[in-house]
């Protein structure tokens, strides 16, 4: 069954959409990671590594429910086996039936935010031949910057993903912070893509933190500061990684909701 937290009267709920070992050796994603960094990253995350010390990779989306109120999707996964991420993730993804387990109706979703538009967050937001949106009443947020910036990020996505949402009209382009309803906000945190995103859930003096691809393993809860290979730009991805995280924990103990660590929820307390 999906794992779900509840902040206030907003529950937040995990939905896997695949799992698999990357498709290179964890040392070259981070290649300034040392041997006590990656054994403290085992200890804190243990089921993200393999026997013979492979990275395990988990592909999962986020939904957020305020009360009865309208479902809000945090990425959309690696997708069904014709998606753009097929050449290196394990498609087909489950989505469709986590949501079901989880008592979502896709076409119950009013909102997707795609925090950033690499092929395995993209997956099930446009799907078939021609692409129709997969969430048919949702509108979909994406940062005007990573949308101006996808001749770079992912050329093949603008004919397969932006061109279908917005002739649909379900393509919303924000620009920095944007406040989606009491207690969620998107927060702009470029560096591994230009426009990605995080979305910040607060009530009761609680938060919870999607990251997105903000940080992607759990060496960089161990040294933030440490660059991943695939960043775009990697000085502004630690600018953006370390900025936000001692903000929140300046602010008080902050749940961290991952997409690719072997767990979904894992604490960043304050000091």
Same mark, same amino acid.
């Given at each position: 069954?999906?794992?779900?937290?509840?902040?206030?009267?907003?529950?937040?709920?995990?939905?896997?959409? +695949?799992?698999?070992?990357?498709?290179?050796?964890?040392?070259?994603?981070?290649?300034?990671?040392?041997?006590?960094?990656?054994?403290?990253?085992?200890?804190?995350?243990?089921?993200?590594? *393999?026997?013979? +010390?492979?990275?395990?990779?988990?592909?999962?989306?986020?939904?957020?429910?305020?009360?009865?109120?309208? *479902?809000?999707?945090?990425?959309? +996964?690696?997708?069904?086996?014709?998606?753009?991420?097929?050449?290196?993730?394990?498609?087909? %993804?489950?989505?469709?039936?986590?949501? @079901?387990?989880?008592?979502?109706?896709?076409?119950?979703?009013?909102?997707?935010?795609?925090?950033?538009?690499?092929?395995?967050?993209?997956?099930?937001?446009?799907? %078939?031949?021609?692409?129709?949106?997969?969430?048919?009443?949702?509108?979909?947020?994406?940062?005007?910057?990573?949308? @101006?910036?996808?001749?770079?990020?992912?050329?093949?996505?603008?004919?397969?993903? #932006?061109?279908?949402?917005?002739?649909?009209?379900?393509?919303?382009?924000?620009?920095?912070?944007?406040?989606? +309803?009491?207690?969620?906000?998107?927060?702009?945190?470029?560096?591994? *893509?230009?426009?990605?995103?995080?979305?910040?859930?607060?009530?009761?003096?609680?938060?919870?933190?999607?990251?997105?691809?903000?940080?992607?393993?759990?060496?960089?809860?161990?040294?933030?500061?440490?660059?991943?290979?695939?960043?775009?730009?990697?000085?502004?991805?630690?600018?953006?990684?370390?900025?936000?995280?001692?903000?929140?924990?300046?602010?008080?103990?902050? #749940?961290?909701?991952?997409?690719?660590? %072997?767990?979904?929820?894992?604490?960043?307390?304050?000091?």
């Amino acid at each position: 069954m999906p794992l779900s937290r509840t902040h206030g009267s907003i529950t937040v709920t995990a939905i896997t959409d +695949g799992e698999g070992p990357f498709f290179a050796p964890r040392t070259e994603a981070f290649p300034a990671a040392t041997t006590e960094q990656w054994r403290e990253a085992d200890r804190r995350d243990p089921t993200a590594v *393999t026997a013979d +010390g492979r990275w395990w990779l988990h592909f999962r989306c986020f939904a957020i429910r305020a009360g009865d109120g309208p *479902t809000t999707l945090v990425d959309a +996964g690696i997708g069904p086996a014709d998606s753009p991420a097929a050449t290196w993730a394990p498609v087909p %993804g489950r989505l469709p039936a986590e949501l @079901a387990a989880a008592g979502i109706d896709p076409a119950d979703v009013r909102t997707v935010v795609l925090t950033h538009l690499h092929t395995d967050h993209v997956g099930w937001a446009v799907t %078939g031949s021609p692409g129709t949106p997969y969430f048919r009443n949702a509108t979909y947020l994406v940062q005007r910057a990573e949308v @101006a910036a996808i001749d770079r990020v992912n050329p093949e996505l603008r004919a397969g993903l #932006i061109a279908p949402l917005r002739a649909a009209g379900q393509l919303r382009e924000v620009d920095g912070e944007t406040t989606l +309803g009491s207690g969620v906000r998107l927060l702009p945190t470029p560096g591994h *893509t230009p426009g990605h995103q995080c979305v910040l859930v607060e009530a009761d003096e609680s938060r919870l933190l999607l990251t997105g691809d903000l940080l992607v393993h759990a060496v960089q809860l161990v040294a933030p500061e440490l660059a991943y290979a695939h960043e775009e730009d990697p000085a502004a991805a630690r600018a953006s990684r370390t900025n936000l995280l001692r903000t929140l924990s300046e602010a008080g103990p902050t #749940i961290l909701a991952t997409p690719h660590l %072997g767990t979904p929820f894992h604490p960043h307390p304050h000091p």
